[in-house]
């Protein structure tokens, strides 16, 4: 190659990497200016609200939000010291003489789940809005201590056993908001109950799981609003964004180190993936609102199969087999 076509080659690398860097910076505007975000400055003196996962990410920014409107905040960590750690960023950040308290919850654990919820259940007279928003992608298939695939445990399963035992204790303090944060990559999935079962589950890839996860988060939340229709308990899910948050942990090294550079170039931080969150839980405009999904603080499209009621009570029935749900456990729902 002569010097000419050396120096051609250079000139079109350049080009295209500026090109890159132009596209890169434009889209970065456009995605913060047209993102949605949560413009309520209702109180919540009085209330109570439990987020799940509030040791760092959407968590962390929800519970600061929730406890600067002057809620009381039941932070459900699974780990201890980040737990502690983020209970001390949260308890600066309340008003009103708002309080904050740390539970232990390891959603890959169904004992830690109702124990969490016997905690609950035993401390606090009232609960008004649940925040299912703990999640996880993990690329080793292999089972929790309760039998179950790890992804479709803590995204799911673990989530449904926490609001099925929390929904007596939701309906007593009326009005209620119940939230599962979902992702738009449950729209990639087919469901069929039996995929719920480890050994059908292993067979799949990790994304894979990861979308049937949020597949069935978005089912169940759809007929658990059916089954609460008219007592003062609403059920919505969301997809926060693409969200520069620690999901991909689990991943390989290098795997997690493209995905954390990609988001942190061009995806929400925290604080913005967390406002969809705080839309649903707190804004007016979605008071008595129930049953439908979200995305950028306004109503998103579902896909078929999360419209599908003949699915959702076979999805319902299947994972109260799983999570082992007791006779005493099942809730009344009272309209």
Not at 146 to 166: A, E, I
Not at 180 to 186: A, E, T
């Amino acid at each position: 190659m002569g010097p000419w076509a050396a120096a051609v080659g250079e000139l079109l690398l350049s080009q295209w990497t500026l090109g890159v860097l132009v596209f890169a910076v434009v889209f970065k505007v456009w995605y913060k200016t047209t993102q949605g975000a949560c413009t309520s400055r209702r109180r919540l003196d009085g209330l109570t609200a439990l987020v799940t996962g509030a040791n760092s990410g959407i968590g962390l920014e929800t519970a600061k939000d929730l406890a600067r409107r002057g809620a009381r905040v039941l932070m459900a960590c699974r780990d201890p010291q980040r737990g502690q750690k983020a209970l001390e960023a949260v308890r600066a950040e309340a008003t009103g003489g708002a309080s904050v308290e740390l539970l232990s919850l390891d959603l890959s654990s169904l004992q830690s789940v109702r124990a969490c919820a016997a905690k609950v259940l035993a401390l606090e007279p009232r609960l008004h809005i649940l925040i299912n928003n703990a999640g996880a992608v993990n690329v080793a298939h292999a089972p929790t201590k309760d039998g179950l695939h790890d992804t479709l445990q803590v995204n799911f399963l673990g989530p449904f056993l926490l609001t099925v035992l929390l929904v007596e204790l939701l309906q007593r303090s009326a009005p209620a908001r119940v939230v599962f944060v979902s992702s738009s990559y449950h729209r990639f999935a087919r469901l069929t109950p039996d995929l719920l079962d480890y050994p059908r589950a292993r067979e799949l890839h990790a994304v894979q799981v990861y979308c049937l996860s949020k597949l069935a988060v978005v089912i169940v939340a759809n007929e658990l609003s059916r089954r609460l229709k008219g007592t003062g308990v609403t059920v919505n899910s969301l997809h926060p964004g693409a969200v520069n948050t620690a999901i991909f942990r689990h991943f390989p090294p290098w795997i997690s180190l493209f995905f954390n550079a990609f988001l942190r170039i061009f995806m929400k931080n925290a604080v913005e993936g967390a406002q969809t969150t705080i839309h649903v839980a707190v804004c007016e405009e979605v008071e008595g609102v129930t049953g439908r999904y979200f995305s950028d603080c306004t109503e998103s499209w579902l896909r078929s199969q999360a419209l599908d009621e003949k699915l959702a009570q076979e999805v319902w029935e299947k994972s109260e087999k799983l999570v082992r749900l007791r006779d005493y456990e099942r809730p009344s729902f009272h309209s």
